[in-house]
């Protein structure tokens, strides 16, 4: 009877958890075979996640030679120079708009302020300056804290009986740059909106490195531009992404602003 209960007891236990590998073995693990695979291969789309080519599509990055050039990339050391050599390629064909994303893409990767993404980021902006925009671009300088703010403000001219528009002062994501936003600007100005684009200390133009004042660098911009003659200061409105989502939400408690849009989940807001 002893040895029927233990077969008995056997057949009724629940099946075993199954192994769990712990959390750093599987990164290593997935490091591993994702750069053997980019060495053997090059990076291909299926590679990068759906957020990531969402973004590189919304730039303007799609079609059969994106794809080429991707499977170009065997290391990150590839990453800036193929993506110099499809842009000066763009470039040279006139298409300034395309020329302009894929050099900011070039230098995207580079954390660091090294003469390489120096030098792409000004090329970035050279052909950003050609592109045919809804509005000129006016440079902005705006001193707070231990910063000085720089930006990019469009403003349409105005209409009879209407002297001032509105302002949108539009902060991106903290590893991104006033260029980045360009769609978004693009389709706001065309609806005689002005809008500020600002970079975020240590990035793009701004000077300084992030502290805690950075969180009210939005406000700083809205109420220097406060005083412009062009602007109806009672509709000034925010808009934030990423991280500059949450320094735009502390702002508008600073500075008060007409309304306050944030997607700080870029390119996938239905997911929050």
């Known amino acids: 009877m002893g040895a029927s209960h233990d077969i008995t007891e056997s057949l009724t236990m629940a099946p075993e958890a199954p192994v769990q590998i712990d959390h750093r073995l599987r990164e290593r693990i997935t490091d591993a075979v994702m750069r053997s695979v980019i060495r053997s291969i090059g990076l291909r789309p299926f590679l990068l996640p759906t957020s990531v080519l969402d973004q590189l599509r919304f730039m303007g990055l799609r079609g059969e030679g994106f794809i080429s050039r991707l499977a170009e990339i065997h290391s990150l050391a590839d990453w800036p120079y193929v993506w110099e050599s499809e842009a000066d390629k763009q470039a040279a064909a006139g298409n300034w708009l395309?020329?302009?994303?894929?050099?900011?893409?070039?230098?995207?990767?580079?954390?660091?302020?090294?003469?390489?993404?120096?030098?792409?980021?000004?090329?970035?902006?050279?052909?950003?300056?050609?592109?045919?925009?809804?509005?000129?671009?006016?440079?902005?300088?705006?001193?707070?804290?231990?910063?000085?703010?720089?930006?990019?403000?469009?403003?349409?001219?105005?209409?009879?009986?209407?002297?001032?528009?509105?302002?949108?002062?539009?902060?991106?994501?903290?590893?991104?740059?006033?260029?980045?936003?360009?769609?978004?600007?693009?389709?706001?100005?065309?609806?005689?909106?002005?809008?500020?684009?600002?970079?975020?200390?240590?990035?793009?133009?701004?000077?300084?490195?992030?502290?805690?004042?950075?969180?009210?660098?939005?406000?700083?911009?809205?109420?220097?531009?406060?005083?412009?003659?062009?602007?109806?200061?009672?509709?000034?409105h925010m808009f934030g992404m990423s991280m500059g989502g949450l320094w735009t939400l502390h702002s508008a408690a600073a500075f008060a602003p007409a309304s306050v849009v944030t997607i700080c989940a870029p390119f996938s807001p239905q997911r929050f």
């Open 98 to 236: 395309t020329a302009s994303v894929l050099y900011y893409l070039a230098q995207r990767i580079i954390i660091r302020p090294t003469p390489l993404k120096e030098r792409l980021y000004a090329t970035t902006r050279r052909a950003y300056a050609r592109v045919d925009h809804a509005a000129p671009l006016e440079e902005v300088r705006v001193p707070h804290a231990h910063h000085v703010v720089a930006g990019l403000l469009q403003v349409p001219r105005p209409r009879p009986g209407d002297d001032r528009v509105p302002l949108v002062v539009m902060t991106p994501g903290v590893t991104a740059t006033k260029e980045e936003l360009h769609p978004f600007a693009d389709a706001l100005v065309r609806r005689r909106y002005a809008v500020c684009r600002i970079d975020n200390p240590g990035y793009g133009e701004t000077t300084g490195n992030l502290t805690f004042d950075t969180r009210l660098v939005p406000a700083a911009v809205a109420e220097a531009l406060r005083h412009d003659p062009r602007i109806d200061p009672a509709r000034i």
